[in-house]
C-alpha cells in the first residue's frame, strides 16, 4: 500500500461504465485507507430494499436502466458528504454521473482539499461478460466475489443477479453511460488530479495501480526551493 501523505485527505472519484470494477475497487481503497465508500447505487437499492420513499419513486427508473434526476441525487450526495467520516476522506462510486452533477460536487467540495478523478477503462467485450456474471447479495447487496458460490460471505443471504444486469438493460445502461456520463471524462480530464487505469487486469493489480495512482495524485505540489 502506497503511504497516504498526513493531512491531506483522499477525496476520490471512481469513473467508468458499469461493469468496469468501480463498486470493488471503490471497495478495496476505502477498506485499506479507512474511509467511507459511498455508492449512490447501494443507497438507491438500499432504499428500494425498504421501502421508503425515495425508494418507490426511483425504483421504475432504475430497473429501465436511467438515471434519477439530478436534484434528487445530489441532494442524497451533499447529505452523505456532510457526515463526520467523510472529513479523512470518501471514495464515491457512481456519482457524478452527469455533468451537473459534477459541478454540484465541485461546489460540495470547498474546503476540502484536492478531489481525485480515476477513470476505469475497460472493452466493451468484456463489461458485458462481467455484467452477465455477476452477482450480489440479495439480502444486504454486497457485490459477490467469484469465491461465494451460492451464498453471502457477509450475511449468508442467497446471491441473485441485479434486475438491471438483465441483457436488455444492459445495453440502456451502457448508452445512458455513452451519452449522459462519458461527457464528465471531459470535464474532468484537464484537470492534474485525473488519472485512468487501465480496469481489464486481474484485480489485484488494478487496486495496486488505483492505489499508487491516487495517493500520488493527493500529495500537495512539491515545494519549490529557489
Ligand atoms: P449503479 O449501482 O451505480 O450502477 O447504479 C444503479 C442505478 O441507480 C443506475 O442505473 C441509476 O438508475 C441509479 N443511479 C445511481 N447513481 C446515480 C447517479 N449519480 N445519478 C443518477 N442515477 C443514479
Not at 16 to 37: C, D, L, N, S, W
Not at 104 to 133: C, F, H, K, N, Q
Not at 135 to 140: E, F, L, P, Y
Amino acid at each position: 500500500m502506497t503511504q497516504r501523505r498526513p493531512g491531506v485527505a483522499l477525496n476520490v472519484v471512481m469513473l467508468g461504465p458499469p461493469g468496469a470494477g468501480k463498486g470493488t475497487q471503490a471497495e478495496r481503497f476505502a477498506r485499506t485507507h479507512g474511509i467511507p465508500k459511498i455508492s449512490t447505487g447501494d443507497i438507491l437499492r438500499d432504499a428500494v430494499r425498504s421501502g421508503t420513499e425515495l425508494g418507490r419513486a426511483a425504483k421504475a427508473t432504475m430497473h429501465a436502466g436511467r438515471l434519477v434526476g439530478d436534484d434528487v441525487i445530489i441532494g442524497i450526495v451533499g447529505e452523505r458528504l456532510e457526515l463526520p467520516d467523510t472529513r479523512p476522506g470518501f471514495v464515491l462510486d457512481g456519482f457524478p454521473r452527469t455533468v451537473p452533477q459534477a459541478a454540484a460536487l465541485d461546489s460540495l467540495m470547498t474546503g476540502r482539499g484536492p478531489l481525485v478523478i480515476v477513470e476505469m477503462v475497460v472493452p466493451e467485450e468484456v463489461l458485458l461478460r462481467r455484467l452477465g456474471a455477476r452477482r450480489i447479495c440479495g439480502s444486504c447487496g454486497v457485490n459477490a466475489p467469484i469465491e461465494w458460490i451460492t451464498a453471502c460471505g457477509n450475511c449468508g443471504g442467497t446471491l441473485v443477479h441485479r434486475t438491471d444486469d438483465g441483457e436488455g438493460i444492459v445495453g440502456e445502461r451502457l448508452k445512458v453511460y455513452h451519452r449522459e456520463t462519458e461527457p464528465i471524462v471531459e470535464f474532468y480530464s484537464g484537470r492534474p488530479t485525473f488519472r485512468r487505469i487501465d480496469g481489464n487486469q486481474p484485480p489485484d493489480a488494478v487496486t495496486a495501480a488505483m492505489d499508487r495512482a491516487i495517493c500520488e495524485a493527493s500529495a500537495p505540489a512539491k515545494e519549490v526551493r529557489l
